[in-house]
């Protein structure tokens, strides 16, 4: 579904990225292993367009679409869900949600969407009138993943679902990221909570100041030395 070759990109004069190459199939969790600054985020940045890479090729489904603006790249069915609970706070939950539908035809099955998401996340439901910035962390995370998916998205990717998060709340992203591979949305997970990412996704990349150093199956991954080591604390 997802082919990155050879990608470098740069900060001004500054490399960030250095011939980062992966490959994601159809209805795969794909997880992104990595400290903070290691190049996780700006690998999805690149990839939906908000930022330019310096060199290297971004095809989605047999499609070159590196460097065309994120606008484009949304209608070909590739949504960034960013770090963070970034909801648009003075507007209520529903409002939040319609924001989302305005790729392509998205809007008019918007309402068809909205019983998707609240289905999926059923507290914004009983929320959806509510100002956005009247959630709580947890639920601000599921209205920013909801919103994500109200242009019916073929690729998502996921950044750092889990910041910020008890527990118990990252349960219920994590189940719902489940549902979704189940109903055929294929997902880039960047996660620094190993583990969890481990469990739930089918291969895994190591990624280290801007490089990645290895790629495995989640389990094989688990048993390295090195992802035990870094970010299991085993």
């Known amino acids: 579904m997802l082919e990155v070759k ?6 001004g004069n500054l490399p960030v990225l250095y011939d980062v190459s992966f490959n994601i199939r159809p209805d795969e969790i794909v997880t992104l292993l990595g400290s903070n600054g290691a190049g996780k985020s700006t690998i999805l940045n690149v990839v939906q367009g908000v930022m330019k890479p310096t060199s290297g ?18 209608e070909k069915g ?5 770090e963070g609970h970034r909801v648009f706070p003075y507007l209520t939950v529903k409002e939040n949600l319609l924001i989302g539908a305005y790729p392509g035809d998205a809007w008019k099955d918007r309402q068809k969407a909205m019983e998707w998401v609240v289905e999926l996340f059923p507290i914004l439901k009983s929320r959806s009138n509510q100002e956005a910035r009247l959630l709580s962390g947890g ?5 920013n993943i909801g919103r994500g998916l109200m242009s019916h998205p ?9 910041v910020g998060l008890a527990p118990v709340i990252v349960d219920g992203v994590f189940e719902a990221l489940a549902t ?10 960047p996660e ?4 969890r990412a481990l469990q739930l996704a089918d291969r895994g990349y190591v990624i280290q100041d801007g490089r990645v150093v290895m790629e495995a199956q989640s389990e094989d991954l688990m048993k390295s030395d090195l992802v035990k080591k870094a970010y299991l604390g085993r």
């Open 192 to 195: 620094q909570n190993a583990l």
């Open 57 to 74: 090729t971004i095809v989605f489904q047999g499609s070159d679409i590196t460097g065309l603006p994120p606008h484009e790249i949304v």
């Open 180 to 189: 979704l591979r189940e109903q055929g949305i294929t997902i880039l997970l």
């Open 78 to 82: 590739v949504i960034h869900i960013a």
């Open 6 to 11: 050879n990608l470098c990109a740069s900060y």
């Open 139 to 143: 639920e601000q995370q599921m209205l």
């Open 154 to 162: 073929k690729f998502i990717m996921v950044d750092e679902p889990s």
